[in-house]
Nanobody
């Protein structure tokens, strides 16, 4: 199972970016999917998550600015980021809680990370 993230880059404050992540390989089911970020000198933190049925959860710092979505037919998760601020600068990682077989417990899989830099 592999997760491949894309869409990061450099943007001015107030701008927008869209991150995407696709899951490939053999597995039974993808449960929760999410995006995390890690800024220099800080711990990795949850940005947004979405369950298999579409229930979403956001960090307080991004509520109203970021939107997470998923396409279960394409095994993708996306993060639309608007009104970006310098504090959003970080490496963003996609995460999938995936069951490889129907009888196995779900495990965490991570994408390689994509840099988002917001210039003020």
């Amino acid at each position: 199972v592999q997760l491949q993230a894309s869409g990061g880059g450099l943007v001015q404050a107030g701008g927008s970016l869209r991150l995407s992540c696709v899951v490939s390989g053999r597995f039974f089911r993808i449960d929760d999917m999410g995006w995390y970020r890690q800024a220099p000198g800080k711990q990795r933190e949850l940005v947004a998550a979405i369950t298999l049925r579409g229930t979403t959860n956001y960090a307080d710092s991004v509520k109203g600015r970021f939107t997470i979505s998923r396409d279960n037919t394409k095994n993708t998760v996306s993060l639309q980021m608007s009104s970006l601020q310098s504090e959003d600068t970080a490496v963003y990682y996609c995460n999938g809680k995936i069951r490889e077989l129907y009888y196995t417990s779900r495990a965490d899989y991570w994408g390689q990370g994509t840099q988002v830099t917001v210039s003020s």
